[in-house]
């Protein structure tokens, strides 16, 4: 059963999360076939182990994690190759694969883009 | 004139800043009536201040800023509004505006969406 990770950094402040909360709302409603689950970097739970254990106690065997990072930088260069890594080697009988930061998709930049322009 | 900062969060790798500088070619391309410069709150540069400074060089009287940020937690809620009144302080005469974070807007969740789907 194929499965999706939404990876975030996470912050002190709870209210951080809202628009990772609705993100998985939203994908629940558009994607009901296809698991869901937070995770998060630092200071926000689930880990990335974490959410990859609940997911696979719940059948998933092919899960892809999407960085919801905007660059590109150490989190996602250095930190995460070694959580994903971590994860491959406790899991082995999963497919776990990994897209390029949110922050790469062109949509994403002509979406924040197009909501600047409607600020004006 | 008008005039736009994208407002992001600032890293130590070079490299992460790459989504913003395609955010500026993407305006400058669709909008280039309104003048666009970056901003970062920490580890790279230009500051709020220091673009702020730079627009109204260039004759910015209205200028929004947008934080390029998916949650609204203490940076956002405690650091950006300290550096948004010492800049009003400083440029009485611009009107200076804030947005919400663009991971309020639903058009840039729903990106980070159709970005995850597309990855299955």
Redesign the interface.
Known sequence: M?A?I?F?HG???S??????D??VD??RA??SG?LVELAFLEMMQPSLEEAVTSLVGKGATDI?I?P?F??????L?NDFPVLLQNCRGKFQNISL?A?P?????????????????R??
Chains 1, 2 share one sequence.
């Open positions: 194929k999706i939404l975030g912050a002190r402040d209210r951080w999360r809202e628009p990772f609705r993100l939203l994908w558009q994607h296809v892809a999407v919801v905007f660059g590109q930088g150490g989190h260069r694969s897209t930061a949110v922050g790469e998709d062109s949509a994403v930049l002509q979406a924040i883009v197009d909501f600047g322009a600020a004006l």
